[in-house]
C-alpha cells in the first residue's frame, strides 16, 4: 500500500522561518536588563525593530542558499524541488520587503565605522540581486544563464550582509543568545553558497552515459535513449535528473524527466526545443555522446497518492512523467486515465505507444486531447471529477494549463490535498 506523502508548505514554512528568529528574540530581551538604545538619539523600539528586521532577512536568505544545496531530505520535506524553488522564491521576496523596513526603521548613527559604507553597498547588491532573480517581470528578459550568474553571487552578498552586521554597532552584540544564532545563520548560509559554487561540481555523484539513439521528433522535440557505461541510475517513476552533455554544454546541467520506465540498462528523455541549449543539443547531438547525469530528484510520483482511482493529466512535453509511469503500469487495482493535451495532432509523438500502454494495461486508460480541433481540455469534459472525493489527479504541463486545472478541479469539489502538480521551471 503506497502512503500518502505530505510535505511542509509555504503556509507552515514561512510562520516558522519567521516565528523562530521573532522567538529567539523574545527570550533574550526577556532576561536582557541594559538599554535598548545604542546612543540617547536613539528610539529603543526602532534600535529593536532595525535588528529584528536584519535577523530576518538574514535568516530568510541564509536557508534560501541552504536550498541551493538539493540536499534529499530538504526535497523530501518540502515535497520536491520545483515546490522548493517556489519556496526560495516568495522567501527571497520577502526578505526584500524586510530589507526595505530595516533600513526605513533602523537608527541612523553619527560615527565613522566601516560597517556602514558596506551596509549601504551590501543593501543595493542584495536589492538587485533579488529584484533580478525574483522579480517576474525582469527575469522573464534575461536568458537564463546571465540570471544563474547574478543568481550565484547572492551568497556573496549574504556574507557581506553578515559582515555589516558584526562590524556595526548593534543591541544584539549584546544578547549572546541572538548573537548566537546569527553567527549560526551565518555559517549555515556561507558554508551552503561554499559547498554549493564550490565544491558541488567536485562532490556530488553523478553516473555517466552514452546515448545509443537519437529520435529527432518534428522540429521540436528530440528523443534521447542513453546506456550507464557505470552503475545506473536508480529512479522512480515520474522523478527527474540534472543531464550535462559536456561535449555540447560543459558548465550548465539541465533539468529533464526520466521518460522510461526504470530500467538498469536504459534511460529516456524527451527534450522540447525551447532556449538555446535544447535548441544546440537538437543540432549537435550524436549517438557515442558522453552524458553526466546527477539525480534522481522529484516527489511527482506515485508515492504521492493511495486513491485507487487516478486522472493523470499532460500538456504537451509535461507527457514525460506520465511515459515513465505508463511503461511501469503493473497495478490491475488501480483505475487511472491519463489525459494528453497536445495543440495539433502532428505533435502527439508518443501516442501509439501510450495507446499501445492503454491496451495492455486493463486499469490504464488514455485520451488524447487536440486542442486546435476540440478547443481548451476542461475538467468538466473529464467525467472521471464526478466521484471527486475518491479521486486523486496529477498535472504535468505548461503553467496556464496547471493554473486553470487546478482551479477547475478545485471548483469541481476534488481536495487541494488530492491535486499533485510539478513544475518544469525553477525560477
Ligand atoms: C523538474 C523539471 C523537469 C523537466 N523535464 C523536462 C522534460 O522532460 N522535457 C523537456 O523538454 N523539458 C523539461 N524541463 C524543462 C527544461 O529543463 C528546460 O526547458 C531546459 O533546461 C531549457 O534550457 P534552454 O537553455 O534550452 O532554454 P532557456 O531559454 O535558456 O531556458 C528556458 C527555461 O528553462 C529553464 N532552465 C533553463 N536552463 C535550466 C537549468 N540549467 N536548470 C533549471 N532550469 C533551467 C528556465 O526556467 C528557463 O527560463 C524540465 C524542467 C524541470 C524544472
Redesign the pocket.
Known amino acids: 500500500m503506497r502512503q500518502q506523502q505530505r510535505h511542509l508548505e509555504s503556509k507552515i514554512y514561512f510562520p516558522v522561518i519567521i516565528g523562530f528568529p521573532l522567538a529567539i528574540w523574545a527570550i533574550a530581551l526577556f532576561f536582557y536588563s541594559g538599554p535598548l538604545i545604542l546612543s540617547f538619539e536613539e528610539v529603543p523600539v526602532q534600535r529593536v525593530l532595525g535588528e529584528v528586521t536584519a535577523s530576518l532577512v538574514l535568516t530568510l536568505l541564509g536557508f534560501n542558499l541552504l536550498m541551493t544545496t538539493r540536499a534529499r531530505w530538504i526535497e523530501k520535506i518540502v515535497g520536491g524541488?520545483?515546490k522548493m524553488y517556489l519556496i526560495h522564491r516568495q522567501s527571497a521576496l520577502l526578505a526584500l520587503v524586510l530589507l526595505f523596513l530595516h533600513v526605513v526603521v533602523s537608527p541612523r548613527y553619527p560615527e565613522i565605522n566601516p560597517g556602514k559604507p558596506l551596509g549601504v553597498l551590501t543593501l543595493l547588491l542584495i536589492f538587485t540581486g533579488i529584484a533580478v532573480s525574483a522579480i517576474p517581470f525582469l527575469k522573464r528578459h534575461l536568458?537564463?544563464?546571465k540570471w544563474?550568474t547574478i543568481h550565484r553571487f547572492m551568497g556573496a552578498f549574504f556574507l557581506l550582509g553578515v559582515f555589516h552586521a558584526l562590524l556595526v554597532p548593534t543591541l544584539f552584540s549584546k544578547l549572546p543568545l541572538v548573537r548566537s544564532y546569527i553567527l549560526g545563520i551565518a555559517f549555515l548560509g556561507t558554508g551552503s553558497w561554499v559547498y554549493r559554487a564550490l565544491l558541488y561540481r567536485w562532490i556530488r555523484p553523478h553516473r555517466s552515459y552514452r546515448v545509443t539513439d537519437v529520435k529527432r521528433l518534428g522540429n521540436a522535440v528530440l528523443a534521447l535513449e542513453m546506456a550507464p557505461t557505470g552503475a545506473p541510475l536508480l529512479s522512480l517513476p515520474g522523478q527527474?535528473a540534472?543531464f550535462k552533455f559536456p561535449g555540447i554544454d560543459p558548465g550548465?546541467?539541465?533539468?529533464?524527466?526520466i521518460?522510461s520506465a526504470p530500467d538498469q540498462n536504459r534511460l529516456r528523455?524527451?527534450?522540447?526545443?525551447?532556449?538555446?541549449?535544447?535548441?544546440s543539443l537538437q543540432k549537435q547531438i550524436k549517438v557515442g555522446c558522453t552524458v553526466k547525469v546527477e539525480g534522481p530528484?522529484?516527489v511527482f510520483t506515485q508515492n504521492r497518492s493511495s486513491a485507487k482511482h487516478q486522472i493523470w493529466i499532460a500538456g504537451g512535453?509535461g507527457v514525460?512523467p506520465f511515459l515513465a509511469m505508463a511503461n511501469n503500469f503493473d497495478n490491475s487495482e488501480m483505475n487511472v486515465t491519463l489525459y494528453w493535451s497536445v495543440c495539433r495532432k502532428e505533435d502527439a509523438f508518443f501516442d501509439n505507444e501510450l495507446q499501445d500502454l492503454a491496451e495492455h494495461n486493463a486499469g490504464l486508460s488514455y485520451k488524447l486531447w487536440v486542442s486546435d480541433e476540440n478547443g481548451p481540455l476542461t475538467a468538466e469534459k473529464m467525467p472521471e471529477t464526478r466521484n471527486p472525493e475518491k479521486i486523486d489527479v496529477f498535472i504535468c504541463g505548461p503553467e496556464t494549463l496547471r493554473r486553470s486545472m487546478k482551479a477547475q478541479l478545485l471548483a469541481a469539489g476534488i481536495p487541494k490535498r488530492n491535486i499533485h502538480s510539478?513544475?518544469?521551471?525553477?525560477?
Not at 550548465?252 to 524527466?257: A, G, R
Not at 528523455?269 to 535548441?279: E, H, P, S, V
Not at 510539478?422 to 525560477?427: A, I
Open positions: 524541488l520545483d536568458p537564463y544563464h544563474l527527474f540534472f550548465e546541467s539541465h533539468p529533464f524527466t521518460a528523455i524527451a527534450i522540447k526545443n525551447l532556449g538555446d541549449f535544447t535548441r530528484f522529484g512535453i514525460t510539478e513544475e518544469f521551471s525553477f525560477r
